[in-house]
């Protein structure tokens, strides 16, 4: 019936008086809801709905990969940024990729396999510090998916489609994905050695991952296969709580997660934002309002890419960087006609989909959490530990292998991230929870994304549903450019191209684009309002 879809003409927006979530796959937002239901904070639900999409989204993220995450916690009023992120194995330098015949770190296999999975470390953080139920009772949802197996979501199946030659080829993941040669949407896919991980983490939690069976078990896997990582890296890994980023936007004060995160892109490029004197100018949709926001993306990965790298070492001017006085000076520097010509950082990254997961909670009391969980690309590195049912991440291969990079690679180097999660505050408290995946492209959808809520009043999932853009180079691609979702319309991609941008059209429904979620605290009609991408297999339910 046509008065159940919301204004974009899909879905509505989830809407609760109590308690929210959202998450890329449904029934991992339904293990979030649960928890909430049966007394859970917004902690516990975060940690179930992670467990679970470890599950239920392999492909994008699990115990083999990083997280971070921002927390509002109600009771002090305050928020606080975790970065779970695993640094560089202690045998991971030059002259080792030297000695393997590498002269750049590769996407795949035991070499791309080099730093510490953080995610666990995540979860047990955040359970430690805000939970209230047993580890136990959270981590449920996810065993009895990986015991009795789950139906395979769309993205799932094309992920085990796109890898199935890269999963084939390593003999530790072939037996945990690539047992037969396609899998069909909605068929029961089966995890027991995850199931039996899942438990022995529930029970022993940090000693059994990083101190006991689990580490020596990726270590022989890691010797087997080329990789640095060792038994002792596990052992020598700590995530840590940090104060987010903040700065100013329109009303209300924006958060992200600090360096080793990217997250400062978002910031820089809302900085700009909110100082242009052009706004009116800027109709939603319309190619100045793409260019300019393109154009604010490129002068923010710009400092990105001056400035992003461990932040034990390297400590960025955020101050100045966040100035208002120098968002009035970049906003300068773009021309509202013309594209500002590519730098060759620039032109040199791949804006990959980041296979990752995004989700938030809100609970009863206030509290809520925005947390990122990721592998990097499809399965990570593709090295599978089948006695745990896991992938390894590939994030390590962000490092460059020359000196006096902020992304060069040390030995128990964090590496460069692409992954970060995102708050408003409207005094002092969350007005806004969101967040995506999509590897460089999560600053430039939480941008849009951030604009259409935030700035334009505009209804959650019709924010999500609308047509997105993404810059930087893709795969087959020489030059930079922006990808954009065909639905945006001629005039605006023509606009685009008359403006000197290399336009590349995507389908109506990029997945590409990011799986965004996002929960708006309208507190003048005392309401949660959740949003789940259309692009993904996700759910935004209230209790």
């Not at 050695?193 to 939690?205: D, F, H, M, R, S």
């Not at 700065?247 to 809302?270: C, D, E, H, Y």
């Not at 499809?378 to 990079?405: A, M, Y």
């Not at 994304?449 to 810059?471: C, F, K, M, N």
Request: hydrophobic share 40%; proline share 5%.
């Amino acid at each position: 019936m046509t008065h159940a879809l919301g204004p974009s003409g899909f879905r509505p927006s989830g809407r609760s008086v109590r308690a929210m979530v959202t998450a890329p796959h449904a029934l991992a937002a339904q293990a979030g809801l649960d928890t909430l239901r049966s007394g859970g904070t917004a902690a516990d639900a975060g940690v179930a709905i992670a467990a679970a999409l470890s599950v239920l989204y392999p492909h994008m993220t699990g115990i083999g990969g990083d997280a971070f995450f921002l927390y509002y916690d109600a009771a002090t009023r305050g928020v606080s940024a975790y970065n779970a992120s695993g640094a560089s194995a202690a045998l991971a330098d030059q002259a080792f990729y030297e000695r393997a015949g590498a002269s750049s770190i590769p996407a795949h296999g035991g070499l791309a396999a080099l730093t510490v999975p953080g995610a666990v470390d995540a979860w047990l953080a955040l359970h430690d510090r805000f939970g209230r139920l047993p580890l136990e009772k959270l981590l449920e949802p996810a065993i009895t998916h990986a015991r009795s197996g789950a139906p395979i979501a769309r993205s799932f199946a094309r992920g085990l489609f796109e890898e199935h030659e890269l999963l084939v080829r390593d003999d530790g993941a072939r037996p945990l994905y690539a047992t037969q040669s396609e899998y069909a949407i909605g068929e029961p896919f089966v995890q027991p050695a995850l199931a039996k991980t899942l438990e022995n983490i529930a029970a022993q939690g940090r000693s059994w991952w990083y101190e006991g069976e689990a580490a020596a078990q990726v270590e022989k896997r890691a010797r087997s296969v080329g990789s640095p990582l060792r038994a002792t890296d596990f052992a020598a890994h700590r995530g840590f709580y940090c104060e987010p980023l903040r700065s100013r936007f329109g009303r209300r004060v924006s958060l992200t997660t600090p360096p080793n995160s990217q997250g400062i892109v978002l910031l820089l490029a809302q900085n700009v934002n909110d100082v242009t004197s052009a706004r009116e100018e800027l109709a939603l949709g319309s190619a100045a309002h793409a260019h300019y926001g393109i154009e604010a993306i490129k002068l923010a990965m710009e400092d990105r890419d001056e400035w992003i790298g461990d932040p034990r070492y390297l400590k960025p001017p955020f101050e100045e960087l966040l100035s208002d006085g120098r968002a009035r000076v970049r906003a300068g520097d773009i021309d509202l006609y013309r594209a500002r010509p590519e730098r060759d950082a620039a032109a040199k990254r791949i804006a990959s989909a980041g296979d990752t997961t995004y989700f938030a909670c809100v609970d009863e009391a206030g509290n809520a959490l925005s947390m990122i969980q990721s592998l990097y690309f499809h399965f990570g590195s593709c090295v599978g530990v089948p006695e745990l049912g896991i992938v390894l991440q590939n994030r390590g291969c962000s490092f460059k292998l020359d000196e006096g990079r902020p992304t060069s690679l040390a030995p128990g180097r964090l590496p460069f991230h692409t992954l970060m999660a995102a708050m408003l505050l409207d005094d002092d408290k969350p007005a806004l929870v969101y967040g995506t995946m999509g590897g460089e492209g999560q600053p430039q959808t939480n941008l849009q994304v951030s604009v259409r809520i935030a700035e334009r009043g505009i209804d959650p999932q019709t924010a999500l549903d609308a047509p997105r853009w993404r810059h930087g180079r893709t795969w087959g691609e020489h030059i930079a450019g922006v990808a954009i979702e065909a639905r945006a319309g001629e005039a605006c991609i023509a606009g685009l191209r008359a403006r000197g941008h290399n336009v590349i059209v995507t389908g109506d429904w990029e997945e590409s684009m990011g799986h965004a979620g996002a929960i708006l605290i309208d507190r003048a009609s005392g309401t949660l309002v959740g949003a789940s991408d259309l692009r993904s297999d996700g759910a935004a339910l209230g209790t």
